[in-house]
């Protein structure tokens, strides 16, 4: 092991040893959202769409590691913060939820959401969604230093020295929590969303959604979108090179509101169309 990567294993014990008190805090209870059996459930469907003009985000450079950050040799990398389908105008990664709901069915989150690869210099998958005192599992299936600052309900900043290194992280606050890596990857980024109830669902490619097992009743469904416009560039260090670069801001999210009337055992369809105007 040379010199550097002691250095680098160093950092991650210390940053580690300051973050296992957070993971080890006294697990919150949910008192505001009870479990319960749930009496002939409806089903909230729908799709997410754009419309109006596109607005136009910049690619960045792939600026550091192109041998694994770059393998297919596309020089730049999409930063995913709005992906809008060319056949319908869906919208991915969209997160759509029941506000306020307090009675419901056990937590049943998908347990891809309540993972993350770090794979080619991409965050994976993009959005997460994660039960309030539940674990995110994290690994870095990439050869070269990563890190994981998050910024939000959760401050950590956990490094990844190793390829296929897995850390699993205890999130105690509910709301939304930003990834970025200050290794240099400026263009790495991703949210994930800690969550009281398990009635939390993210588009797929074609901007569906689904809502399951819903007790009947009257709701308000929301359309939370991460946010896409690049409002500026900050100056950090990349803890890997030491050296100053500069790294994306973005806009706060962006969401939408309906009502809707969930009727025993009938589906219910919400359809959200999204633009750059939104509450």
Known sequence: MNDKMKHYVVQGCCILLLFIPICCGRVAAQADYTVI???NGGAITGTVTWTGPVPKIPKLPISKNPDVCDPEG???????RLLINPDGSGVANTVVFLRGITRGKAMDLPP????????TCRYIP???????????KIESEDP??????MFGVATNNIPF???????????QRNGVIELKCNAGHVWMNANALVVKHPYYAVTDDHGAYKLSDV??????IVAWHEGWQVLSEAKVLDVGAQVEVKRP???????????VNVKPSEPTVVDFTISEKHE
Do not use: C
């Not at 007790?215 to 308000?220: I, K, S």
């Open 37 to 39: 059996t749930v009496q």
């Open 74 to 80: 596309m020089k730049t990398r999409d930063l995913e």
């Open 112 to 119: 891809n959401r309540m993972q993350l690869d770090q794979k």
């Open 126 to 136: 993009h959005i997460m969604i994660i039960p309030e005192a539940g674990t995110l």
């Open 144 to 149: 070269v230093l990563h890190t994981v600052q």
């Open 161 to 171: 020295p190793f390829q296929h290194q897995f850390i699993p992280v205890t999130l």
């Open 215 to 220: 007790p009947p009743g009257e709701y308000e």
């Open 249 to 259: 801001m973005y806009s706060s999210p962006a969401t939408w509101t309906k009502k």
